[in-house]
C-alpha cells in the first residue's frame, strides 16, 4: 500500500467520524426540540388531570394564545361603564377558564401550563411550602418596578411574611367592614 492509499483512507475515516458527529448532534438537538415542544406538555397535562385539574388540551407550540387573544381583542371592542365587572376586561382568559373549568384548573401559555388555584386550603398549602412550590423567574423589568413581597422567594419571603401576617387577622380586620368579606372568602 502506496502512502497515498492510506492519506485517502484516513482522509475517508476522518470525513465519516465527522459527518456521524453532525448527525448525532442533530439528533440530540432534534430529540431536545420535540422534547420542549411536545413531550413534556402532554406528560405535564397527563399528570396535572391525574392530580384532579381540569383546562384545555395542549396545542402544539402557541398553546392558549390564539385563544387568549381573540378574547382580549373581543373584551377591548366592547365598551365598559363603571358598573360592569373589570375581570372580565382585565383577566379575560383567567375568568373563562373558572367559569369553563371550575376553580382550579390550568391554561397553556405556549409549551408551559400556568395552573390557576382558588381554594383557600390548596392556595395556604402553596403559601406555607414555600420550597416545594417555585415561583417562575421574574421579567428584569418587573423586578426592577416592583419589588415587593410578592416577588421574593425562600427565607426572605418567610421572614418578610411573619412580619405582615398579624395585620391580616380577623381581629384586626373587623373595624374595616367593607375589607372583610375579600380576606373571609
Excluded at 492519506?7 to 420535540?34: D, Q
Excluded at 406528560?43 to 385563544?67: A, I, M, P, V
Aim: glycine residues 6%; proline residues 6%; aromatic residues 10%.
Amino acid at each position: 500500500m502506496s502512502l497515498l492509499e492510506v492519506s485517502s483512507k484516513v482522509e475517508m475515516k476522518l470525513s465519516s467520524v465527522a459527518i456521524s458527529f453532525v448527525f448525532i448532534t442533530l439528533l440530540i438537538y432534534a430529540w431536545r426540540l420535540l422534547n420542549w415542544v411536545w413531550l413534556r406538555p402532554k406528560k405535564l397535562e397527563r399528570c396535572l388531570r391525574q392530580q384532579g385539574l381540569t383546562g384545555n388540551s395542549y396545542r402544539l407550540l402557541h398553546g392558549d394564545f390564539r385563544e387568549m387573544s381573540r378574547m382580549i381583542n373581543e373584551a377591548n371592542s366592547r365598551p365598559i361603564s363603571f358598573s360592569d365587572d373589570i375581570v372580565q376586561r382585565v383577566l379575560t382568559i383567567h375568568d373563562h377558564s373558572i367559569q369553563k373549568y371550575g376553580k382550579n384548573n390550568f391554561i397553556w401559555l405556549g409549551p408551559k401550563p400556568v395552573v390557576n388555584i382558588m381554594q383557600p386550603e390548596l392556595i395556604r398549602d402553596v403559601l406555607l411550602k414555600h420550597n416545594a412550590f417555585q415561583k417562575p423567574p421574574g421579567h428584569p423589568l418587573g423586578k426592577l418596578l416592583a419589588s415587593g413581597i410578592s416577588s421574593l422567594d425562600g427565607e426572605q419571603w418567610t421572614k418578610r411574611r411573619k412580619i405582615i401576617n398579624p395585620a391580616f387577622h380577623l381581629e384586626k380586620l373587623k373595624p374595616y367592614p367593607n375589607l372583610l368579606p375579600g380576606f373571609s372568602a
